[in-house]
């Protein structure tokens, strides 16, 4: 069809159109822009139809006229059906303009009166169809705009092709899409205009199926069902939002082991080739698909004799990919996988799986098999399913682990667990738990188990989820435990498992903790574990560090005599963390505590004990190759037993240790995976956009790290995490003062400053803020309160040892004193500071003191450059900074200037400038010598918005207009 621009709507912005696709579509709407045509292509439901739709709809606005077609596969041996879709209703517009010969052949083509085809009018026909969209594109810019480009007509795809790979600089762009399962797009690219861009859309990340997801209206989806969506749909857009209808739709979830449902739209679209194979054929393919990992050894073992000609026959109709190089069997798209196994008859279903238990060598496969091929409870079942989860967690597979215990529950007998009244002398009712507990972010310890029953099981399954970073998933089961037991020890620690999950938002489970200690009763161990909970919700929720302390030493006081090691290392370490942040003394002894043994090996590598905590103090000391020394260790030991939630945090220590050590690139790829693994599993996202945004201010995009503070402060806010709303603000203004903006800044570093002495802390290293706000306020002219800023910090760093922080200090004061006049003192001061930052490894200060002693010294007599700051950001890989060095290279003055700001000769004199304020008559002295606002700000060491707001305050009172008439003022005076 044609829209005419007149008629067409109002173009509006749809921004889930391009979910995923945003760079793809920034290129696309670059070469439309430069007038040049696009070719998108890519698999079916890939959603090349709507980025299409949302590049049409923004560029039709610029068109005279938009040109559609969307041929199908059914009408595509109906020629010239297209061309009477493009030019149908503009060809009356147009007739008077395209030569008799060739409109007579083109009506004919388009109307089907007469007969007129490729062969008989063939140069006819090509040169109308030319010649109509010249003759259009007379009148204003014409879009061309063509989807499902597969299915174009032969002859319409001929005409067309002749067409645009002559138009030359005809303003006639075209914008297309086709379907290619590789890269097979070469020859609809050869009947597009030359400049044509081909873009190639793949599959969707997991990040960005979950966010179109949400759009979509499929929201609150576990984390663990976005991924299992993501895995059968291949990232593809079409067939994930598919497999969520079907869920929606679908009252009862997939149970553990089972796949997604498929709904029949799209086992139809993936199986229509499914009734050209053989009865056993499938069946092999059916085995294949209930197989993890299968291979025609394993298919030959559970029974399919013939699967190397059946494999071969599926591959021949593109169901199979098998691979050249090894034995595995593939299937050519995952939803293939999915939509067989979903289309088989449940006996069917578990004849393969029986086959499975039997053929596969993997006694976690075999167990798994083995379960889904069993109906109802089965005591030596799940005795099988307990084992496997118990080898799949010493693999480091807790993922895998959760669901075999989920299955092992499932098979339980309800009656088959020991009940708490059955213990043995001795032990108390906690001991019937689960082993290991729920040791989740803030966990405490293992209970013994004997006769594990389906709840003791389920709690396992919690345990193994919060591990593996499922952290809706173990909620979900936590809650079904609630809802099941009334076993105390079983309930406390669902309770747990439900306040762990939260996260860092607290507020939200807070009317948890009274249920909590009313199921724990006069439990010591159960109680220990109530009260380390209540640990973090004094620091989180009431900021009380106090508070805080205290119930951790009470939680470690309990642990110990119940005799649960695990929770009193946790809640000894925990303490040393809080002890750490008020600069309390005895945190390098409350450590030591939770390093003596026995220790507990979980302990050891958990993100909240005794190693990180050492850690912390380690990098506060300035101890930076040790610290990361450390904190690697504990990374590399997570990741062999994939606990990803430690994985996360250790991921920031490190990105932490190499943004301290001014490693800035090393330490933004690292911050980035950090974030990508707390989007992915939704633990502690606001901690890793805090240092990803420091990261990116360091060494990436400081627009990108602006956005993450401000993302970071919000959700902080709504979380009432008062600890992390310090740390995004102190994030946002040291972005803010990297992009140059001092004033804003100032507020947001005010505002750190002010919820830290409300929450107590005391020690300088933890945030590192201090210099940030001291020289934002020195460049916003307010040196009473920078200078106090320093003086109350520096009496806490000295009180500490905190030296990185001592320079860094020195370095704000430098600034201070520069502002003042005091040159020589600056200058010293900063060489000082840069000295002292080299040597304690701080590379990225080092270069902000040596590029502040360069712009110090820009102006005044002697040599000048900036060559040794650029040398050092250059090293550190310091992005932003270096733009900065380079920008204020160029800005310097080509010759010395000027003496000293506190006295310059040129002053009006004293009853001109008597209504003045200090900074205001700086900048009017330094006007006067014919600096720019640019210079004035390097020279004070303040933004160039300051400079410009103080002039505006120097001509109110001087009642003056303009810089010019200070020149004068100061021309006058000389005169005089």
């Given amino acids: 069809m044609t829209v005419r621009r007149d008629f067409k709507e109002p173009a509006r912005c749809r921004p889930d159109q391009v979910i995923g696709r945003e760079e793809l579509f920034g290129a696309a709407r670059e070469q439309l822009g430069r007038g040049g045509s696009v070719l998108l292509h890519g698999p079916a439901g890939i959603g090349k139809s709507t980025v299409l739709r949302a590049l049409a709809t923004e560029y039709g606005e610029a068109a005279r006229t938009v040109l559609r077609c969307s041929p199908t596969e059914s009408e595509s041996h109906l020629p010239f059906l297209a061309l009477a879709d493009l030019l149908g209703l503009v060809l009356d517009e147009v007739a008077d303009r395209i030569p008799a010969a060739q409109l007579t052949a083109l009506e004919s083509a388009l109307t089907g009166r007469g007969e007129s085809t490729l062969q008989r009018d063939g140069l006819a026909l090509r040169l109308a169809v030319l010649s109509a969209l010249r003759a259009l594109a007379d009148t204003g810019p014409v879009l061309v705009v063509a989807d499902d480009l597969q299915w174009l007509d032969p002859a319409s795809a001929e005409l067309l092709g002749f067409a645009a790979r002559r138009l030359g600089d005809t303003p006639v762009r075209m914008l297309c899409a086709v379907r290619t399962d590789g890269q097979e797009y070469d020859r609809h690219l050869r009947a597009s205009p030359p400049d044509t861009l081909a873009v190639r859309l793949g599959p969707l990340s997991r990040a960005q199926m979950s966010a179109l997801l949400d759009h979509r209206g499929f929201t609150g989806l576990p984390r663990s069902t976005v991924r299992d969506i993501h895995r059968t749909s291949g990232g593809n857009a079409l067939f994930a939002l598919e497999l969520g209808r079907a869920l929606a739709e679908n009252p009862t979830p997939p149970r553990p082991g089972e796949p997604l449902p498929v709904p029949t739209s799209l086992r139809a679209l993936v199986l229509n080739r499914l009734e050209m194979l053989s009865e056993e054929a499938r069946r092999t393919l059916l085995v294949a698909s209930a197989g993890a990992r299968p291979t025609l050894a394993l298919l030959h073992a559970a029974g399919r004799a013939n699967a190397e000609a059946e494999t071969a026959q599926a591959a021949g109709l593109g169901l199979l990919a098998t691979e050249p190089e090894g034995p595995a069997v593939r299937f050519a798209h995952p939803m293939i996988s999915a939509a067989l196994y979903a289309e088989a008859p449940a006996q069917e279903r578990r004849a393969a799986h029986a086959a499975l238990s039997t053929a596969a060598s993997d006694p976690i496969e075999r167990a798994r098999h083995l379960a889904l091929a069993t109906t109802g409870t089965d005591p030596e079942v799940a005795a099988s399913l307990a084992e496997a989860a118990t080898l799949a967690r010493d693999r480091g597979a807790p993922s895998v682990a959760a669901q075999l215990c989920l299955l092992a529950a499932r098979h339980t007998p309800a009656d088959g667990a020991r009940s708490s009244e059955a213990a043995g002398p001795g032990e108390s009712a906690a001991d019937d738990a689960v082993a290991g507990g729920t040791a989740g972010s803030r966990d405490a310890g293992p209970i013994r188990r004997t006769g594990p029953s389906p709840e003791a099981l389920r709690l396992q399954a919690v345990e193994d989820a919060i591990t593996a970073g499922e952290l809706d998933l173990a909620r979900d089961i936590a809650r079904e435990v609630l809802a099941r037991t009334t076993v105390p020890a079983e309930r406390v ?484």
């Fill in 493 to 976: 620690r669902a309770w747990i498992a439900v306040i762990d999950t939260a996260g860092h938002a607290m507020n939200e489970v807070d009317a948890i903790f009274p249920q909590a200690l009313a199921d724990a009763g006069d439990d010591p161990q159960l109680l220990a574990l109530v009260h380390y909970q209540l640990t973090w919700r004094a620091l989180l929720v009431k900021g009380d560090f106090d508070e805080a302390r205290e119930e951790a030493t009470y939680s470690a006081e309990l642990a110990a005599r119940a005799g649960d090691r695990y929770t009193e290392l946790m809640a000894l370490a925990f303490r040393a963390q809080i002890e750490t942040l008020m600069g309390h003394p005895d945190a390098p002894a409350t450590i030591r505590r939770a390093l003596e043994e026995p220790q507990d090996p979980r302990v050891a590598c958990h993100h909240n004990g005794a190693g990180y905590s050492r850690f912390r103090w380690l990098i506060m000391s300035d101890q930076l190759p040790e610290a990361r020394a450390a904190v690697t260790a504990l990374l590399r030991e997570v990741r062999r037993h994939g606990w990803v939630e430690s994985e996360v945090h250790f991921l920031r220590g490190v990105a932490e240790t190499e943004l301290h050590s001014g490693h800035c690139g090393r330490a933004l790829d690292l911050a980035r995976e950090s974030l990508r693994l707390a989007r992915d599993t939704g633990i502690g996202e606001v901690a890793s956009a805090v240092l990803t945004s420091l990261a990116e201010a360091a060494g990436g995009e400081v627009d990108r790290a602006l956005a993450l503070a401000r993302e970071a402060v919000e959700h902080a806010e709504e979380d009432g995490d008062q600890m992390y709303v310090s740390r995004a603000l102190a994030a946002l203004g040291h972005a803010q003062l990297v992009a140059g903006d001092a004033e804003a800044a100032v507020r947001s570093l005010r505002r750190v400053r002010e919820v830290e002495q409300g929450l107590g802390i005391t020690d300088p290293a933890r945030g590192r803020w201090h210099g940030d706000l001291a020289e934002a306020l020195v460049r916003s002219g307010e040196f009473a309160e920078a200078q106090d800023v320093v003086d109350v910090t520096r009496e806490q760093a000295l009180r500490l040892d905190r030296y990185s922080v001592l320079a860094v200090l020195d370095r704000a004061e430098a600034l201070i004193r520069a502002a003042r006049g005091e040159q020589d003192a600056a200058a010293a001061q900063l060489t000082s500071a840069q000295d002292r930052l080299g040597k304690l490894g701080y590379g990225l200060e080092e270069a902000r003191a040596a590029f502040a002693l360069a712009q110090l010294r820009t102006g005044t007599p002697g040599p000048t450059s900036y060559d040794e700051a650029a040398r050092l950001f250059r090293r550190c890989r310091a992005l932003p900074w270096l733009r900065q060095v380079e920008a204020a290279a160029e800005a310097r003055p080509p010759e010395a200037a000027p003496a000293p700001v506190s006295a310059p000769e040129v002053l009006v004199g004293p009853d001109a400038l008597e209504g003045l304020a200090s900074m205001e008559r700086q900048v009017a002295a330094l006007v006067m010598e014919g600096a720019t606002n640019r210079e004035i700000a390097a020279r004070l060491f303040i933004s160039v918005k300051t400079v410009e707001a103080t002039l505006t305050r120097v001509y109110r009172k001087l009642g003056i207009r303009s810089r010019v008439d200070i020149v004068r003022l100061a021309a006058g005076r000389r005169t005089s």
